[in-house]
């Protein structure tokens, strides 16, 4: 429903705003009111959120909401009652029916230059900001796209790609593009209904993955690193002995993998049963949103049997500007640039990063192209700082990132210029780069790194992984002990503590990056709660504001020490 109403918006020649549903309350009314939005197409979940706003919503005179006989969720009468006269409710089974009755009626063809998007940032650093995209930069971004993937899958009639990350991402979006234009089938999903795993499924229920049984898949880091640590959980509740046979024969794999050389023996014997846990046909794996760990990556291309393609984009280029490409057998690197991108690394002196470093030049990434994004919607300030037109008319994008360049052409993001702080030593961190290590860690769900101006370590904020902790608390002899209990415990924090270390020192992280304290909270840091976006990157300043005490508290009093010279 949302994609055939954005295909009607770009018919009609309107601009069509995106929104995510987890931006809250404030950050809702100040998108609409921003963009000055007269109709809203919801979901029948969101209409008591559009309820509750309307007396804030000025402009808005119609709602849609999703009625579709098809649709996961009915509408019930509480949510579609007490809105304002004001604003008028149509379902959009009322409009595909009104639709279809209506004489064929000829629209007038959009210029290329008129506006087409507006898409707001997801927000991780602070207030999204909204990205104007016109007809001709989103045609050429698609088109990026569309020659990118044809290049790895060749025929499009055979393959189903499942689609369960929000439309409001532009991930998401060029990625169904792409599907719409060349016949791909699309498999819609949910993040509560994905997997065996998923929190939505009740007992029994078979998971839309298994049910659609996809050839390729987009997703995000996170997802990855929790998958892994899921075969890993399995495993151990057999036997210690499978684990290590286990660990023996990926590692084994990835070793000739890494050579251009294929396993047929342990794919039959070993991914072949992970393989089916995720509908048995997957070929292709599209990472992007936030950089993949290295090791994930070798682990999950082994684990899986699958092409797993890292790109690299953001939504003020509409999508992917780098990607691997089908010879690139590399780990922890997101490929070259695409047709038509334009790339530029330039120096930051405060970061220590210059396109003359060796053995690879360095620098942050600078994008420019027909795909660039025209600016910030409303926020010229903004807009001048992040965007650049030279002489010749390209539009580059500054994206903040830190790049390196190999003699292949292709790029590994080393760094962001917002994750990067100084300790009271002189030394600068990391702080993007310390949390991809440590989430690898087995009782890490997430974490966030923090750091004070006058501090000369690191402490770090940790969501636990629930099974991994309740397992160590019965270990421990916690018998009958709430989440809540645990994450308080003195022993819990100890071990916990003890195995992010170990993760660091293993992932080469030095003395300094490595957190020196830690605190275990009970929520889980989800899309919903607003502590991630939308492609489950960590919104720093939402979980800083949220566990200010418990941040505070590692800075000031005594907690869990770890001597991280030895």
């Known amino acids: 429903e949302w994609f055939l109403s954005a295909q009607a918006v770009a018919k009609l020649g309107a ?42 919503l000025p402009t808005l005179r119609t709602v849609i909401y999703i009625d579709h006989k098809n649709a996961a969720k009915v509408v019930t009468d509480s949510q579609i009652n007490g809105f304002p006269d004001t604003i008028r409710l149509i379902s959009l089974r009322n409009v595909e029916t009104t639709g279809a009755q209506l004489p064929d009626t000829p629209f007038k063809t959009p210029h290329l230059d008129d506006p087409f998007l507006i898409m707001y940032t997801s927000g991780t650093t602070g207030a999204p900001k909204a990205a104007i995209a016109t007809h001709r930069q989103m045609m050429e971004g698609s088109a990026r796209a569309l020659l990118s993937v044809i290049s790895w899958i060749g025929d499009t009639r055979s393959h189903t790609f499942v689609a369960y990350l929000p439309l409001a991402h532009i991930l998401e979006l060029t990625q169904e593009f792409v599907c719409f234009y060349t016949g791909i089938r699309i498999g819609y999903s ?34 990855l690193d929790r998958l892994l640590k899921e075969v890993g959980d399995k495993l151990k509740a057999r036997s210690k002995i499978l684990v290590n046979l286990f660990g023996y024969l990926i590692d084994y794999k990835t070793k000739w993998t890494r050579l251009g050389y294929r396993c047929p023996i342990i794919n039959h014997v070993v991914c072949r049963k992970v393989r089916e846990q995720l509908g048995g046909r997957l070929e292709i794996v599209n990472a992007g949103g936030a950089p993949l760990n290295s090791t994930t990556q070798s682990h999950i291309k082994a684990l899986l049997d699958v092409i797993l393609v890292q790109a690299y984009g953001a939504t003020e280029t509409l999508g992917a500007v780098l990607c691997m490409d089908s010879g690139d057998l590399s780990n922890g690197r997101v490929g070259g640039p695409l047709s038509g991108v334009k790339l530029r690394l330039t120096g930051w002196d405060e970061g220590g990063y210059h396109p003359s470093d060796t053995p690879h030049p360095r620098g942050e990434i600078v994008i420019g192209g027909q795909s660039v994004v025209t600016g910030y919607y409303g926020s010229p300030d903004q807009t001048r700082e992040a965007f650049r037109v030279n002489s010749r008319g390209v539009r580059w994008f500054h994206t903040g990132d830190i790049g390196e360049l190999y003699p292949d052409g292709t790029v590994r993001i080393v760094d962001r210029r917002t994750d990067l702080h100084k300790l009271q030593n002189g030394e600068y961190v990391s702080l993007g780069k310390i949390e991809a290590a440590l989430k690898s860690c087995p009782h890490v769900d997430n974490v966030c790194v923090c750091w004070r101006v006058n501090a000369p370590y690191l402490t770090a904020l940790i969501s636990p992984n629930r099974k991994r902790v309740l397992k160590l608390s019965h270990d421990l002899g916690l018998n009958g002990v709430t989440i809540d209990d645990i994450v308080g415990n003195e022993a819990v924090i100890r071990r916990v503590f003890e195995a ?38 960590l919104k720093r300043r939402n979980v800083e504001k949220r566990y200010h005490k418990e941040i505070n508290d590692l800075f000031t009093r005594d907690g869990v020490v770890c001597n991280n010279t030895s």
């Open 15 to 56: 601009t069509l705003v995106t929104l995510f549903p987890n931006l809250g309350d404030e950050g809702l009314v100040h998108g609409i009111n921003q963009t000055e939005v007269q109709l809203a197409i919801v979901s029948c979940d969101l209409m008591p959120t559009i309820r509750r706003l309307s007396a804030r």
């Open 190 to 223: 949910s993040p509560f209904t994905l997997t065996d795993t998923a929190p939505g499924l009740v007992r029994g229920q078979v998971s839309d993955i298994k049910l659609l049984q996809p050839t390729i898949m987009t997703t995000v880091p996170l997802v």
């Open 500 to 537: 992010v270390v170990q993760t660091g020192r293993e992932a080469g992280l030095g003395t300094k990056e490595i957190p020196v304290r830690i605190a275990l909270v009970a929520d889980e840091w989800t899309p919903d709660n607003d502590l991630l976006t939308a492609a489950m990157k």
